[in-house]
T-cell receptor
Framework: GQNIDQPTEMTATEGAIVQINCTYQ??????LFWYQQHAGEAPTFLSYNVLDGLEEKGRFSSFLSRSKGYSYLLLKELQMKDSASYLCAVLDSNYQLIWGAGTKLIIKP | IAGITQAPTSQILAAGRRMTLRCTQD?????MYWYRQDLGLGLRLIHY???????GKGEVPDGYSVSRANTDDFPLTLASAVPSQTSVYFCASSDGEESTDTQYFGPGTRLTVL
């Protein structure tokens, strides 16, 4: 079966750095997405990786290792508004998005 | 700027009743999707449409039907609601020009079936 694993919840301090990991086992791979979802709101796109390596976009970076079935989202200079759930999703061989359950990130002052 | 709208925002429904969730996008996107989101589970695809006039089944299609008469609208119908269909429903769309296009989500409909 297809599986995407992320930690259920993480806590970090305002101004710090946090890394949210995602491991996947899917039938084929056509890219990996990270989305942010604030409580009660819709998911919004953060990043897309299809090649190995690090993609940096402001305070957020996303890393992919296809050989290890592994990705992480790195958030720097954390702000209170970064408190949200972060969803990892993989595009499988049928170009269907398979979603992880999400990681709830709690930011403390 | 509208993007994707969904209606209603929330609904409480008696089991056995028929219900249609509406979804409209104004971005002229080719592809549209319906997901359900339940606590502790990832988003699960119910149905999708790659272009107007075509639809396909996702991971959890049973008990749901969709239609795509035009580019903008993609309604989801529950023919006879059951309590296990209590969930938050998200509609999404993507340009569809490439299979890896980013999906954009509507605000969601919170449905409770009693």
């Amino acid at each position: 079966g297809q599986n995407i694993d992320q930690p259920t919840e993480m806590t970090a301090t305002e101004g710090a750095i946090v890394q949210i990991n995602c491991t996947y086992q899917t039938s084929g791979f056509n890219g990996l997405f990270w989305y942010q979802q604030h409580a009660g709101e819709a998911p919004t796109f953060l990043s897309y990786n299809v090649l190995d390596g690090l993609e940096e976009k402001g305070r957020f970076s996303s890393f992919l290792s296809r050989s290890k079935g592994y990705s992480y989202l790195l958030l720097k200079e954390l702000q209170m508004k970064d408190s949200a759930s972060y969803l990892c999703a993989v595009l499988d061989s049928n170009y269907q998005l398979i979603w992880g359950a999400g990681t709830k990130l709690i930011i403390k002052p | 700027i509208a993007g994707i709208t969904q209606a209603p925002t929330s609904q409480i429904l008696a089991a056995g009743r028929r219900m249609t969730l509406r979804c409209t996008q104004d971005m002229r996107h080719n592809a549209m999707y319906w997901y359900r989101q339940d606590l502790g589970l990832g988003l699960r695809l119910i149905h999708y449409s790659n272009t107007a006039g075509t639809t396909g089944k996702g991971e959890v299609p049973d008990g749901y039907s969709v239609s795509r008469a035009n580019t903008d609208d993609f309604p989801l119908t529950l023919a006879s609601a059951v309590p296990s269909q209590t969930s938050v429903y998200f509609c999404a769309s993507s340009d569809g020009e490439e299979s890896t296009d980013t999906q954009y989500f509507g605000p969601g409909t919170r449905l409770t079936v009693l």
